[in-house]
């Protein structure tokens, strides 16, 4: 009879018995939390979205309350607020971010200026520190709610419209390629992780991330996050170094969460050598800014190409763009695009599937935010088999009358 080998990945280097994971992850959830207790209560709070630190004395949360709205009726909107509690010296602040760097299994050093983390309920932590930070050690620290990652809990509180939802449901069933844009803290990530409940079960989905934060739906999903090199500079992996992997473990989906260099070029190329299905976020006010942003970051890669060519490559790779806008405490889809062939004179041609309404800058509206323009999709014969399939009757966007404007070329 063959023995079985020692399993020694729970023994130390002193030799002793060491945490499992279950245990470890506990042992740092108590000791960050423990850290943090100045806004403990803050991080298991459903109402707060985010926290700011400002140097240990400093200290603003942004909350969803409830308003009176016109007529008496109840409004939630996100107000960012100043509070009363501090840390009782930058000597405990530091303590706290510490913790938290180690929990995402990164150091705190003098040489380290600026650090990406996470805590363990996977909110994103982002530590700037002195000099670079004049306030002192700052923290930032976003909070996702699972409860707000369902397409139905977002339609209840106005971020998406049952239209848009329809329509991305299609669009995800056919796999067309999504763009998500948006400025900082406008809900791209939310988005991504509700409308990925669109792919199907059976599909393989790889996300790739600088910083975990993606729970999406599939469950045939596999997790690979960007590492820094050491101390010493060994080890380490970028963006681009797990996309290039990615594509020889076999995704049906490519989820980046956002592109923020020469990776993009890899994720274009990827949406049209046989990942359709894929999405990524991009950081862009419009969706023409995403797609000269898009140009731009594919631009920071090692590889020439022709402007034209990169044009007719991000236009042949970008089926559609859901552009996201933060309004009086609103997080909201404002408009939705879909992406033609290049034009003549090598420009981008976009069509405006959904647009945002006058309701978007009014306080007081609790929907209306964007209504169909009419506009049909390309893939408007497909869409509708599509739809009839999974239970959906007319759906704006793919049953509309219009003709694309491509199309008749």
């Known amino acids: 009879m063959i023995a079985e080998p020692a399993n020694n990945d729970n023994i130390d280097a002193t030799g002793d018995a060491a945490p499992g994971d279950g245990a470890r992850e506990k042992l740092f959830k108590g000791t960050v939390l423990r850290l943090l207790t100045p806004i403990a209560d803050f991080l298991t709070d459903p109402d707060v979205s985010e926290v700011l630190i400002n140097g240990a004395d400093e200290i603003y949360v942004e909350r969803r309350i409830e308003e009176e709205g016109p007529r008496g009726k109840p409004i939630s909107r996100a107000r960012l607020l100043k509070t009363d509690r501090a840390f009782r010296s930058a000597h405990d602040l530091e303590a706290a971010a510490r913790a938290i760097a180690q929990y995402s299994g990164k150091l705190l050093t003098p040489t380290e200026q600026s ?43 106005g971020s998406i419209s049952p239209e848009i939802a329809d329509f991305l449901h299609v669009a995800m069933a056919l796999k067309k390629n999504v763009l998500v844009s948006g400025g900082t803290s406008t809900g791209k990530t939310t988005i991504l992780n509700a409308i990925s409940e669109f792919m199907g079960d059976a599909d393989r989905v790889i996300v790739i991330e600088d910083v975990n934060e993606l729970d999406i739906r599939p469950a045939h999903s596999v997790y690979f996050e960007a590492q820094k090199p050491d101390r010493f500079g060994q080890g380490g992996i970028t963006i681009r170094d797990l996309f290039k992997a990615s594509l020889r473990m076999r995704p049906d989906r490519i989820l980046v969460g956002e592109c923020r260099g020469g990776e993009a070029l890899d994720m274009i190329q990827a949406m049209t050598s046989g990942h359709s299905g894929s999405m990524t976020t991009v950081h862009a006010d419009t969706p023409a800014d995403a797609l000269n942003r898009l140009e731009t ?113």
């Open 297 to 409: 970051l594919a631009l920071m890669s090692d590889v020439a190409l022709p402007q034209r060519a990169l044009r007719a490559q991000i236009a042949s790779a970008v089926d559609v763009i859901v552009q996201l806008q933060r309004v009086a405490g609103r997080r909201l889809v404002s408009e939705v695009a879909e992406i033609g062939p290049l034009a003549a004179d090598g420009t981008y041609r976009l069509a405006t599937v959904f647009e945002k309404t006058e309701a978007v800058y009014d306080p007081d509206a609790t929907g209306g935010f964007t209504h169909p323009t009419g506009h049909t999709v390309a893939f408007a014969d497909d869409g509708q088999m599509i739809a009839r399939q999974i239970g959906l009757g007319p759906v704006a966007g793919i049953d509309d009358p219009a003709a694309t404007e491509w199309t008749k070329e």
């Open 115 to 157: 650090i990406e983390a996470r805590l363990y309920d996977k909110s994103r932590v982002h530590i700037v520190q002195a000099p670079a930070a004049r306030n002192g050690l700052c923290i930032a620290i976003r909070r996702f709610s699972k409860a707000h990652h369902t397409v139905a809990k977002l339609i209840e509180i």
